[in-house]
Each structure stands twice: as structure tokens, then as C-alpha cells.
């Protein structure tokens, strides 16, 4: 019995050693419940990490601008012969600060192979593209996994994409 509630006295100071450096820190912001002090700093924790899904700059076909984060910017590639997979934009979040709204604008041109543009999240992948074209494609990021990809198979052409 002693050993159990020593345990548990652990676990209680443990636990308020923990909230006293998190306010004396600075992740407690005054006027906020502790709830969605806690659930800012994970989703900040996860987009910080999320970063690391995207491919890297100097692995990619082409030439990127990030935007205001890594869910925004352009875009310009020319492949030849391109077999893989560039994940372009996205990240993992609770919620977005700039808002869940995006657009993508792109254009895409195939001389040859495959080429498709999609957007992936969680659960499923919405394509937005797999011929020569151009068009805008406006979508709503939810929580969890939310990333702009590109797919080809023995793919010559041309991508250019904007999303805001």
C-alpha cells in the first residue's frame, strides 16, 4: 500500500512540477483555459514536425517558393522521364492559423507518360488532375495529415501550381 501511494505522490508532484514550468514558460497564456493552451501546443508541435514529410527543395523535379507557411506557394517543374512521388505542400495540424481554406491554381502539361495532381489527407486522396490542362481547385484542410502530391510514371511535361 505504501509503495502505491508513493507512486501516486510521485505522479501529483511529477504533475505540478509540470504546469508550474509550463506557466512559468510561457505556454499558459493568461485569459486561456489549460485545454486550448495544451491543444496549441500540440498542434504547434505537430506542424512543426509535419515539415519533415514534405520533399526536400533539392529533391524536387522543379522550383519551389513557400508561401506564408508550408501549406502555401508556387511551384514550377519540368520532368523528364519522371518516376515517384513529390509531396509539394501540406502539413499536419489541428487547425490551421491562417485559416483551413485553400486554392490551387495549376497547369499541367504531359508529353508523355503519367502525371497526377492530388490532394492528400487522412482518409482519402482527392485527384485534380491527370491530363494536360489548367483549372483551380478550392478545398477545405481538416485535422490530421493534409498534403498537395505529385505522382508520375514515366512522366515528360510541364507542372506550375499556386495555392493560397
Known amino acids: 500500500m505504501k509503495k502505491r501511494r508513493g507512486r501516486y505522490l510521485f505522479a501529483l508532484a511529477l504533475l505540478i512540477t509540470l ?3 509550463m506557466t512559468g514558460c510561457g505556454m ?5 483555459s489549460w485545454k486550448d493552451s495544451i491543444l496549441d501546443g500540440y498542434n504547434n508541435w505537430m506542424q512543426s514536425f509535419s515539415k519533415y514529410a514534405l520533399t526536400k527543395e533539392t529533391d524536387l523535379q522543379g522550383e519551389k517558393t ?3 507557411d508550408h501549406y502555401t506557394g508556387e511551384y514550377e517543374a519540368t520532368y523528364e522521364n519522371f518516376n515517384g512521388k513529390e509531396i509539394l505542400f501540406g502539413g499536419t495540424a489541428l487547425e ?3 485559416g483551413n ?4 491554381e495549376y ?6 507518360g503519367n502525371g497526377v495532381l492530388y ?3 487522412r482518409t482519402e486522396k482527392r485527384e485534380m488532375i491527370q491530363t494536360s490542362g489548367k483549372g483551380n481547385y478550392e478545398f477545405t484542410i481538416r485535422s490530421g495529415d493534409n498534403y498537395l502530391v505529385f505522382e508520375g510514371e514515366g512522366f515528360t511535361g510541364t507542372l506550375s501550381l499556386k495555392v493560397s
Open 66 to 68: 513557400e508561401g506564408s
Open 96 to 98: 490551421r492559423e491562417a
Open 101 to 104: 481554406q485553400l486554392s490551387a
Open 107 to 112: 497547369t499541367l502539361k504531359i508529353t508523355s
Open 28 to 32: 499558459i497564456e493568461a485569459g486561456k
Open 19 to 21: 504546469i508550474g514550468s
Open 119 to 121: 490532394w492528400q489527407d
